[in-house]
């Protein structure tokens, strides 16, 4: 296959090196680094190359015949990372099913998530690689959500044979399983089109009947013969309408006799059936007009809405689903929990599925892999190790990480290769809570809107009493026919269908959600943007969101042999993820090695960690109040000499039982940002205060330098103590937002109204917030806020439509002036009217982002 000889063609590039000037790469169109350049004569001008995979990738597309791309695209091309994917992690028998289905006789059709699709050029360049590679025989890129579907011959080509094509050129393609969520919204928008074209068909050839049929009613010149024959034709279309493109309507009843509550289409239900159970008996009396006409025209007009609604709905799952993608299934687990870091980076490896690591798992990572789960570098081969964490913290550029860093899941090798350890199961990383925030936040919205589940079926309750009412009026009062007299029923059945109520509130805050995912921002469900729109009062956790989180560590007094004190430090802050355990982690690194520590450890929220040896001896590492309870009064002169020096330092103790074993002195930067994020809310008209567990000096310092006053700082807080102070405020009326990173603030996040986390916090309190920051930038707050505040108001003015139209429309369709058809056109209307203004709120929200 060719394909594989492109393959092997890069691993044999050996091009003429020369030193690049201010160039840019033929490809990628990244500036050309100083060094070394690949060059090649294409397309009889001499080509200057970043890579020799941006070279490969430029000769695989002209040898395509595709390089119009170059001269059509209005974006750079991706650039080819260096290193294989591992693409045949999709043909283990156990996966192969989960991402492709049955498309007919010895095909397959599969979905694929293209990254770096860029213009219109990317995806004509995609189909157009796709269609040449042999057993694919089809292939379709969706620009907006860049979404392909590819049909192929699973004897011919493999689905990592596809993905590994994509990869050669630059695009990072990831299949999507066939039990994700847009999945199940495809096939449902998939049966509202068989639908839609079992009542279009019906509807263009009944109304061509019904032409012919009201035009002799009025004049007498059709036949009783012809008559009776548009008749059985009418009922012939009309019936496979009412019994299968209806279906989704009649649902509802089920519920109901069922005990539940009222659907939103029992009205249109029961239009319809009041319009075709009537037009049944007029038609086999054969003495009254009948509506067969009204009943296809109805169901087509609302089947329209009901599919283009479905479709907006697909769009935008598919899109988060792009935003936020799952892990890959397997990985490379070294056959071994200890690591020699001379030895092992060549130790024999097994390829195992990633829900099978375990914490403590050691991990193989080369270039081009996804980190599997959350966890700590431990060897690198080359002394180099950068990863791209885009799908985390939206910043593209290589972040370079040393031994010890931490590793977030999701993230991308881009070069070197090492071994890590993990340090949290992959069901609860990061990027796995992520995932699940994002899975479907607005869909269970109108079960949690209680004001309208209980408006609803009083609504129903009450527009059913116009309806019988309306017909009670002109059969019995105005003396009409039965026939004549239940089309005022229909239409007011018809025409106020709550859909557009029902509507309002999860279109809206379903696109708001969207937007603040697109920048960046993470939205549980639509229930936090309505409590965020109404908070009074922000609070800030300081370390990790108001500070840079890295703190250093210049100061560092010894009271015992500094081979202990680091075997203590590094076994009591092993497994810790926060900034001040790996501040003192590293800040011991370079002591002598001692034998390791042991024993049991327990952690005390926002004080310490406490160690029990199995020689009977009790240490206590964290802050002075904690780890210095019990010390000797000559340790304490020690102590408070030390916190004299370092007055403006968070002061952190190692001790046992009576002494002081080490003092730390710990300091951290301001966040860059911080200082704006603190004007805006009060520009928002908002109170700003910072919650800490750090003395009042350092906390103060960090107040001064980003404008808050002494005041609205409030120092030496335990975690249930910034729990009482979020309790006061809400006490007061007002609503609370607690902004951390989740490792000492878990509980003021869980009982604030809205709880925020930086996306370097702990996962945990990722999954119990109502917000995550993604780009791990508190001022993106700012535009969280605005948004629920606009969303708000969109929600408003849906509602305001939606019932603007009821209390309009039903008393014009009860007077007798609207045909049942008219008044399925203007709720369908209606319906896309809030989707349409749900559309404008994505505008608007794009304009709060620049602004």
């Given amino acids: 296959m060719r394909y594989f000889l492109w393959q092997r063609e890069i691993r044999a590039l050996n091009e003429t090196v020369s030193v690049a000037t201010a160039a840019r790469c033929y490809h990628c169109q990244e500036p050309l680094r100083t060094g070394r350049t690949h060059r090649r004569t294409l397309l009889g001008e001499e080509r200057q190359f970043c890579c020799s995979g941006c070279l490969m990738a430029c000769e695989i597309i002209l040898d395509a015949g595709e390089g119009s791309y170059y001269e059509n695209r209005t974006a750079a091309a991706p650039k080819v990372r260096s290193g294989a994917m591992q693409a045949d992690q999709y043909d283990l028998p156990e996966l192969e099913n989960p991402y492709a289905e049955s498309e007919g006789p010895g095909l397959l059709a599969a979905r ?52 590994a094509l994509l990869a050669s050129v630059g695009y990072e393609a990831r299949p999507v399983r066939a039990d994700s969520p847009s999945r199940a919204l495809q096939e449902q928008c998939r049966n509202l089109l068989w639908r839609l074209v079992v009542a279009g068909f ?13 035009s002799g009613y009025f004049d007498g010149s059709v036949s009783p013969e012809f008559r009776r024959l548009f008749e059985w034709m009418q009922f012939l279309l009309a019936t496979p309408v009412y019994f299968y493109c209806a279906r989704i309507f009649h649902r509802g009843w089920r519920g109901l006799l069922r005990g539940g509550p009222p659907g939103m289409d029992l009205l249109v239900s029961a239009g319809i059936t009041s319009a075709y159970a009537y037009s049944i008996v007029a038609f086999f009396q054969g003495s009254a007009i009948v ?30 689903e792009a935003l936020v993608r799952p892990l890959p299934e397997t990985c490379r687990r070294l056959n071994r929990r200890s690591l020699h870091p001379d030895r092992d980076l060549h130790a024999p490896f097994s390829v195992c599925q990633n829900a099978a690591l375990r914490v403590g798992d050691l991990v193989l990572l080369e270039p081009g892999e996804h980190v599997p789960a959350d966890g700590s570098l431990l060897a690198l081969r080359d002394g180099v190790f950068g990863v791209d964490e885009s799908v985390l913290t939206g910043e593209s550029r290589p972040v370079f990480r040393e031994t010890g860093a931490r590793l977030l899941a999701g993230s991308v090798v881009i070069e070197g290769r090492a071994v890590m350890r993990v340090s949290a199961n992959p069901a609860e990383s990061s990027l796995a809570v992520l995932a699940r925030l994002a899975s479907d936040p607005h869909a269970a919205d109108l079960n949690r ?44 059945l018809i025409v106020s269908c709550p859909c557009a109520l029902a509507l309002a509130a999860p279109t809206a805050r379903g696109a708001a959600i969207y937007l603040a995912l697109r920048h960046g921002l993470l939205i549980r469900d639509g229930g936090v943007l309505d409590r965020l729109s109404a908070i009074r009062n922000v609070f800030f956790d300081k370390t990790g969101t108001l500070t840079r989180g890295r703190p250093t560590v210049p100061g560092v007094r010894l009271f015992a042999s500094d081979a202990r004190v680091r075997a203590l430090v590094e076994y009591m802050e092993e497994d810790t993820l926060h900034p001040m355990g790996v501040a003192l982690r590293e800040s011991v690194a370079h002591f002598p090695e001692a034998s390791p520590a042991k024993g049991r450890r327990r952690t005390v929220p926002g004080r310490g960690i406490l160690l029990r040896s199995p020689d009977g001896g009790a240490y206590r ?13 000559t340790d304490r002169d020690c102590i408070h000499d030390f916190s ?6 968070s002061i952190l103790a190692l001790c046992d039982r009576r002494q002081v074993l080490a003092l730390f002195a710990l300091r951290d930067e301001v966040r860059p940002g911080a200082s704006g994020l603190i ?77 925020v986390v930086v996306s370097r916090g702990a996962p945990l309190s990722m999954e119990r917030a109502g917000v995550v920051l993604l780009h791990d930038d508190p001022g993106d707050l700012l535009y969280a806020i605005e948004l629920a505040r606009v969303t708000r108001r969109s929600v408003r003015t849906n509602l305001a439509i939606s019932l603007l139209y009821n209390s309009v429309m039903v008393p014009i369709a009860a007077a007798g002036l609207l045909l049942p058809v008219w008044c399925a056109l203007a709720m369908a209307a209606s319906s896309l009217s809030v989707v349409l203004s749900s559309m404008f709120l994505r505008m608007r929200g794009d304009t709060i982002w620049k602004r």
């Fill in 112 to 163: 694929l998530d293209i990254v770096g699709i860029h213009c219109p050029s990317c995806v004509y360049l995609n189909e157009r690689l796709l269609l040449r590679l042999h057993g694919v025989r089809e292939a379709q890129v969706d620009y907006e959500s860049g979404r392909a579907r590819v049909v192929f011959e699973p004897e011919s080509v493999r689905l990592s044979d596809i993905v």
């Fill in 202 to 214: 019906a509807a263009g050839n009944i109304m061509m009947l019904s032409i012919a049929l009201w």
């Fill in 291 to 320: 509506y067969f006409d009204s009943v296809v025209m109805i169901v087509f007009f609302l089947l329209v809405g009901r599919y283009l609604e479905c479709r907006a709905r697909l769009r935008q799952r598919e899109r988060m």
């Fill in 449 to 492: 809107d209680r004001t309208l589940g209980r408006l609803i079926p009083r609504f129903l309750f009450g527009i059913a009493t116009i309806a019988f009412s309306s017909f009670a009026y002109w059969y019995l009062v105005a003396g009409l026919d039965f026939g004549a007299a239940l089309l005022p029923l229909v239409a007011v």
């Fill in 621 to 633: 590492l964290g802050d002075v109040r904690f780890a210095a309870a019990n010390v000797r009064a």
């Fill in 644 to 649: 004299r020096e370092f007055s403006e330092h």
């Fill in 679 to 755: 004007a805006g809310v009060r520009r928002s008209g908002l109170q700003p205060t910072m919650l800490t567990g750090d003395a009042m000096k350092p906390a103060r310092r960090i107040g001064a330098e980003i404008g808050l006053k002494n005041h609205e700082i409030f120092a030496r807080l335990l975690p249930e103590q910034k729990v009482h102070a979020i309790e006061e405020a809400r006490l007061n009326g007002s609503g609370v937002c607690m902004v951390g990173d989740g490792f000492n603030d878990a509980p003021a996040l869980a009982r604030a109204d809205v709880g």
